[in-house]
Structure formats: structure tokens, C-alpha cells
């Protein structure tokens, strides 16, 4: 347990352990310091005093230079005029005065000849002297002559003795100095670092002896303070430890417990040692229970190889995750996404797994959604496709058969045509749900209150029942109107009502409800299968019943075309196709949520109409037949049979008719000067690289105000459809279509065409 500092700024304390421990350390660390301090002083001050005796000779030198080359400056100017004159007894004066310069060595004068005047002391003297020569000038007849020389010798005695006289007090001085800084540096060292750093020493060894705890202090904000600060800090570290290692487990309890994802720790054997409430949660069971439970046994059977492989890989020291399905018990089967780290001891040696789980459930349930809508997408393609050629073939079947009972005389052989006409009539109405469910028909959407809607087909619906079948009707008031085709909606209506009295042979009750549906966020609705449904106001139509259900087998495919549980002769299997197709088409989402045993119900949402938005006028379905009179038609068809049928049509309502099998060799007859055709009627889809749009646009560039009617074995999608208005070609005929609906097209596009032309001409 630590024990509280004691007071006193600057001052180091162990506590009263100083008296049991030795001070040799202290010594050691004395001499230490004083073996590193002493040298270092040492050459540091004899590298001064060097320093300071060179100055000191310098600054010297350098004055008995000055004063020298002041002395021979003055005396050669006194010299000047005693030697112009020649007056050997004043130069004799003069150099006996210089005489008493106590540096003099010697002095000479020489004349312009370099003939010795006059001299004093050694004048040829060598060694460490100062020896200065200068002329002797003077001033005659305004010219300035050199008339002679003065030579100087100086010593330098004086010098030295200034020097070593200087020396030996700086020795002195410096020498006291150096065992002032020793001691100092000794005194000073021991205080604030030997006694503290051997205070620290007899704490830390004590601390280590009998694990108690004494903190030392030390207040100075040094280097040492700093050791200190950290030596004290370890020390209540250490005591912080077990608190925070109690706190860190009780913050980590909570934080696991709490959540969003389960957490397990799962021993080598795979049984659960430890469970988060939300792991316990998504497997469905109590945190208890979960104790020493093999997590192998709520792994769903379909789940257990990719666990056990999991598992495996997890021991080797591989982290991974997988999808795996669990029997969660009431909560039914879910997926749940199992992240899994290997688990260590202290040793190294392999534990078990630390497992995260994660409910991935609604994410599997929208990618199975993506999936199917995408298979549904593509099979509608398909049955778009062949959608279309079969419909080029029922236009010939229907369109020679058409023409053949108008010329057969014999009843019963018009009989046998107008059966097979029928028959083929049949085969349109196939072809048309085949597009119906690849979303590929022509729709007439019309703003429609769906409670009167089904107000008006009720009394159908309940007669298409057996008698032992209850029809229950509910709508709510105040209901939204909504866009759609008002006969494709009650055909998928009739379908739905159909299909649920097939699935309940013994009887049951059918309950057909309306009313308002708002989804706030898109995605996908609480129930049912089917596509995702995007955020907005819908109208809700629920078709249920209380029927035989449909297995999980049968859910997956429960929208294909040609698919049915029915026996044979019982059904197309394209009733639930057909609804799919018209309410994806307009919009809308369908939904079907069925159980084997307990019943089937099928919703519909379609997208609420705009306010104010007005109702369409209602499609004429027959129309008189209108003959031509004499017009050109230029015909362009990629299919010879229905070529030469359509041929054979506008042949007999009175037109005349060139035949092109492309978009190119249509443009190429447009080029001959006497060929203008009245009107073109083309295939939207063609051979050859030009479809029949740019066809007739590059007609159009030729005849301006030609007139252009289109055919199609299915709907034109809306870059085409876009294309189409800017043509002015509203009406599409739709194949297999009747020599009626042929000449009603061409009568209406020609009569526009005609009435443009009046109005041109106003």
C-alpha cells in the first residue's frame, strides 16, 4: 500500500530506510563524477590560460611595436636638419638623448652615401630584438630629399618580464580557480544528484525486498525531478491497476452484453463457454442455457458442412465468416452471419473460437428478391421474344385463314376454317399474356375508382365460385383512385379469383378487400414474396383464401409462365404470370404469402393517381371497314409470309402495294422519281441495321408529308415509343391483327395526314 510523500520542498526522503542502507553508492558516484568533472575542468582552464598568456604577449608586443615605430618617426624629423646642415655634434646630441629610452639597444645614423655619421650602443646586434629603419627626408628648394637613414634597435627584455610576471599571477588565479569548481562541482553534484538518485535506489530496493511501496519526492524541475515523477507514477500505477483491470472488466461486460451483435466463445470441442444476451437472443435461447451447449446442434441441416468447415478453419488459425442457418426455435430459421477468430492461452496453445453473430435474414430475403426479379426479368425477355415471332405467325395463320373463309363457298368447309380461326384467335390471346407477363403489351390505363371497379365484376366473380365457397367482399371508404387498364385489371382480378377457388376443392371462403396503403421507406413490405416496393401512396387490393397454400418449392417459381400445380388440361400456368407482368408494368408490386395447409393471399399494390388527373376515353373495340382508294402503300416487312399476307390484305381493301423485306431497299425505292408512296407501313423491328422508324424518318426527309402507320408483334419500349410521337404515329397494330383493324389504321392515318394538309393550306 503507498504511503503519502512527506513535505519538504527540494528535499529527498526514503522513508527512514536511509540508515539501513550502505553509502558506498554514493561514493561511487562521487568519484564517478569527479573523475569525469576534474578533467574536464582541467582542460578547460588550461586551454584558457593559454589563451589569455597568448593575448597577454599580443597585446605587448604590439605596444612596443607602436611605441617603437613613434619613436623612429619622431627622431628621424629631429635628425632631418642637423644632417642637411651636417652638423655632426647635434646628431651626436640627439642620438645621446635617445639614449635614455630604457628599450634602446642601439641607434645609427648614415648619410645619403650610406656613410656611418654617428651611432650609440651595438648596432649590429641579432637575436629576439626590434630593429627598425627609416629615411631621414627634408624639405630644400621645395623638394623633398631623402638626405639619409636612421636605424633602431629595441629589445624586448622588458617584455618577457611583463609576460612571465603576468604568467605566474594567472597561474595563481586560474589554479585556485580550478579546486574552487572542483569543490563546487563536487558539492553540487552530491546534493542534486547523488543523494537523490541513492534516495531512489534505497526506495526502489526496498519496494522490491518487502513489496511495499514508498514513494519518494522530489520537487526541483529537472531531469532528476522527472525520474522521480515517473518512479512515483509507477508506483500508483500500480495501485490503479487492479482498479482499472476491475473497472475494464466491468466496462467490458457491459459493453459486450449490450451489443447489437451476439458474441460467443466457443471451446475447442465447440461448445458455447460464453454467451452475450443478444447472441442468446438470436439463437433463441437463455444465456444459461447456452452453457456447455454444442453450437452444432441448432445449425440447420442444409448449414452443417459449411459450419463444419468453418469450424476447421477456424482451429488452423484462420479468420473467416460464413452464412449459416440456424433453428433459432420460435423464431424459426434464420441466417446469421458467424465471424469466428481462433482463441489462444497463455501459452500459445489453440482454445477454441470467438464467434460474432450478426442476423442477416432480411439481407438474404432482398438478395433472394434481386434474384428472382432478375430470373423473372430475364424469363420475361424470353417469352417476350418468342412472344413476338409467335405472333408473326399467327398473323399469317389468322390472315389467310381470315381470307379463305370469305372465299370458301361450302358451309361445312367454312365451318372448319372459322373453328381453326378460332382456334388461332385462342393462340393471340396466349401470345398476349405471354407479353401481359413480359411486360410488353399495350396497356389503355385509365384513372379508375378500384371500388367500383370491383363493384362491377362482383357479381361475376361470385358466379365463377362453386357453391361451396364463401365470397367475401371488403372496401374501405374514402379510397384513393388509381391508373391502370381497367380490363387487364379485371381479367387479373378473375384470375386470382379462380386460382383461389382451384386451391380449395372442399370449400372456404374467398375475401376480396381494397383500401389505402402508405410506405414510408422503400424496401419490402412485412410479408408475402415478391419484388421490393418503393416509398409512396398506393392502392391495395388483397385477393385470399383459405385453401390447400403452396409449398416453399412451389413459392419459388409461383410467378413463371407456363409453371402449375394443376393437373393437365386444368390450366395454362399463366394466370399468376399474366397478373405479374400487367401490375409490374403498371407500376405496381404483387405479393404472395402462402402456407402449406392454411391458405394463400395475394396482394396488389398500385401506385395512387396523380389529383385532378382525368380519366381516359374508353378504347373503341370494333370499328367498320374502311376501303382505300387507290393509294400507294409502301409495305415493309423482314417476314416474307407476313409480307405477302399483309399484301394480300391491302390488295383487297383497295390499296396498291410495293413490297420492301428492309429498311434500306424501302429508302432505296423512295429514290426512283416516280415512286411516292401515300403511306408507309412498317415493322418497328426489321432486319438489316435500320428498324422501321428510322425507315420512315429517312422517308420522311425524301417525302416530307408522307403519311407512316407501324406494326409490331409487342409493345415498343419508351426510347421507341419516344421516337414513335415525334412521327406522329400514335396507333400501332399489334400483331396477329385483323384486316378491319388494318383498314381502320389506315384510314385514320391517312385521313390525319389529309387533314394537316388543309390545315396547311388555310
Known amino acids: 500500500m503507498s504511503r503519502k510523500p512527506p513535505p519538504g520542498g527540494g528535499k529527498v526522503t526514503g522513508n527512514g530506510v536511509g540508515k539501513s542502507a550502505s553509502v558506498s553508492p554514493v561514493l561511487s558516484l562521487r568519484t564517478k563524477l569527479l573523475a569525469v568533472y576534474l578533467p574536464i575542468v582541467g582542460i578547460t582552464l588550461l586551454v584558457f590560460f593559454a589563451a589569455l598568456e597568448t593575448v597577454n604577449y599580443r597585446n605587448l ?73 627609416v629615411p631621414i627626408r627634408y624639405m630644400a628648394f621645395g623638394e623633398d630629399k631623402e638626405i639619409g637613414r636612421l636605424k633602431v634597435i629595441f629589445r624586448k627584455d622588458r617584455v618577457w618580464r611583463q609576460v612571465m610576471e603576468r604568467l605566474i599571477f594567472d597561474a595563481l588565479i586560474l589554479l585556485l580557480l580550478a579546486f574552487v569548481i572542483a569543490g563546487v562541482t563536487l558539492i553540487v553534484s552530491h546534493r542534486i544528484i547523488g543523494v537523490p538518485l541513492s534516495r531512489l535506489r534505497e526506495s526502489i530496493e526496498l519496494a ?61 470441442q465447440g461448445r458455447v463457454r460464453y454467451a452475450n444476451v443478444r447472441a442468446a437472443a438470436l439463437l433463441g435461447k437463455d444465456p444459461e442455457a447456452l452453457q456447455g451447449f454444442d ?74 428478391r434481386l434474384r428472382e426479379s432478375q430470373r423473372m426479368e430475364a424469363i420475361g425477355k424470353l417469352t417476350g421474344g418468342i412472344a413476338h415471332d ?39 390471346m396466349l401470345t398476349q399474356r405471354l407479353l401481359a407477363f413480359s411486360r410488353r403489351q399495350a396497356l389503355h390505363p385509365e384513372t379508375v375508382d378500384m371500388n367500383e371497379l370491383v363493384r362491377n365484376v362482383a357479381d361475376l366473380l361470385n358466379r365463377s365460385l362453386s357453391e361451396n365457397i364463401d365470397f367475401d367482399l371488403r372496401m374501405e371508404e374514402d379510397l384513393w383512385r388509381c391508373r391502370v387498364d381497367p380490363a387487364q385489371m379485371e381479367n387479373a382480378l378473375l384470375n386470382l379469383v379462380l386460382n383461389a377457388r382451384d386451391a380449395m376443392p372442399d370449400g372456404g371462403t374467398v375475401c376480396v378487400s381494397v383500401g389505402n396503403f ?75 404469402d402462402s402456407t402449406l395447409g392454411e391458405g394463400t393471399t395475394v396482394t396488389i399494390y398500385l401506385p395512387r393517381a396523380m389529383q385532378g388527373e382525368a380519366p381516359c376515353a374508353p378504347r373503341k373495340d370494333t370499328a367498320p371497314l374502311w376501303l382505300g382508294n387507290g393509294e400507294l402503300v409502301l409495305l415493309v416487312e ?48 426489321l432486319r438489316g441495321g435500320i428498324d422501321g422508324i428510322e425507315t420512315a424518318e429517312r422517308i420522311r426527309e ?61
Open 390 to 428: 409467335f405472333n408473326n405467325l399467327l398473323a399469317v395463320i389468322m390472315g389467310n385463314l381470315e381470307l379463305l373463309v370469305e372465299r370458301l363457298g361450302s358451309p361445312e368447309q367454312s365451318r372448319l376454317a372459322k373453328r381453326a380461326l378460332h382456334a388461332a384467335e385462342r393462340g393471340a
Open 295 to 368: 453450437l452444432a446442434d441448432a445449425v440447420d441441416e442444409d448449414s452443417r458442412e459449411e459450419y463444419g468447415a468453418l469450424f476447421r478453419d477456424g482451429a488452423s488459425g484462420m479468420r473467416r465468416r460464413a452464412e449459416i442457418r440456424f433453428d433459432c426455435g420460435e423464431a424459426g430459421k434464420r441466417w446469421i452471419l458467424v465471424s469466428v477468430n481462433p482463441n489462444y492461452t497463455a501459452d500459445g496453445s489453440f482454445a477454441g473460437l470467438l464467434a460474432m453473430l450478426s442476423d442477416i435474414t432480411d439481407r438474404k430475403e432482398r438478395e433472394e
Open 61 to 133: 608586443s604590439t605596444e612596443l611595436h607602436s611605441r617603437l615605430e613613434k619613436f623612429v618617426t619622431v627622431q628621424a624629423s629631429a635628425l632631418s636638419s642637423p644632417l642637411w646642415n651636417y652638423d655632426i655634434a647635434s646628431i651626436d646630441a640627439i642620438l645621446t638623448a635617445m639614449s635614455r629610452e630604457q628599450d634602446l639597444l642601439g641607434a645609427v645614423v648614415y648619410d645619403q652615401d650610406g656613410k656611418i655619421l654617428s651611432s650609440i650602443g651595438p648596432v649590429g646586434a641579432s637575436g629576439d630584438h626590434l630593429l627598425r629603419e
Open 518 to 592: 402508405r410506405f414510408q421507406e422503400t424496401g419490402s413490405v412485412p410479408h408475402g414474396h415478391g419484388d421490393m416496393l418503393p416509398a409512396g401512396d398506393y392502392v391495395r387490393l388483397v385477393v385470399s383464401d383459405n385453401g390447400c397454400g403452396m409449398s416453399e418449392q412451389v413459392m419459388e417459381r409461383v410467378f413463371e409462365p407456363f409453371y402449375t400445380t394443376k393437373s393437365v388440361g386444368k390450366g395454362t400456368g399463366l394466370g399468376l404470370s399474366m397478373v405479374y407482368g400487367f401490375v409490374r408494368q403498371s407500376g405496381g408490386a404483387i405479393y404472395v
Open 702 to 762: 425524301i417525302y416530307p408529308d408522307v403519311a407512316v402507320a407501324f406494326m409490331s408483334g409487342r409493345k415498343p419500349d419508351e426510347e421507341k415509343l419516344s421516337r414513335l410521337s415525334r412521327l406522329g404515329a400514335t396507333d400501332i397494330l399489334s400483331k396477329p391483327f385483323r384486316k378491319r383493324d388494318l383498314a381502320a389504321a389506315l384510314h385514320h392515318t391517312l385521313n390525319r395526314r389529309d387533314e394537316r394538309r388543309r390545315a396547311d393550306n388555310i
Open 638 to 685: 423482314d417476314d416474307a409470309s407476313v409480307r405477302e399476307l399483309t399484301r394480300s390484305q391491302l390488295v383487297a381493301l383497295g390499296y396498291r402495294v410495293v413490297e420492301a423485306s428492309e429498311g434500306q431497299e424501302a429508302i432505296d425505292l423512295c429514290a426512283y422519281p416516280d415512286m411516292q408512296p401515300d403511306l408507309v407501313l412498317a415493322d418497328i423491328i
Open 208 to 268: 522490491k525486498s518487502r513489496n511495499v511501496r514508498v514513494p519518494v519526492r522530489w520537487e526541483a524541475r529537472d531531469e532528476l525531478g522527472a525520474v522521480v515523477q515517473a518512479y512515483n507514477e509507477m508506483l500508483q500505477s500500480q495501485e490503479k491497476a487492479e482498479r482499472a483491470l476491475q473497472e475494464s472488466e466491468r466496462r467490458y461486460r457491459g459493453i459486450v452484453e449490450t451489443a447489437l451483435e451476439g458474441v460467443l466463445q466457443i471451446d475447442r
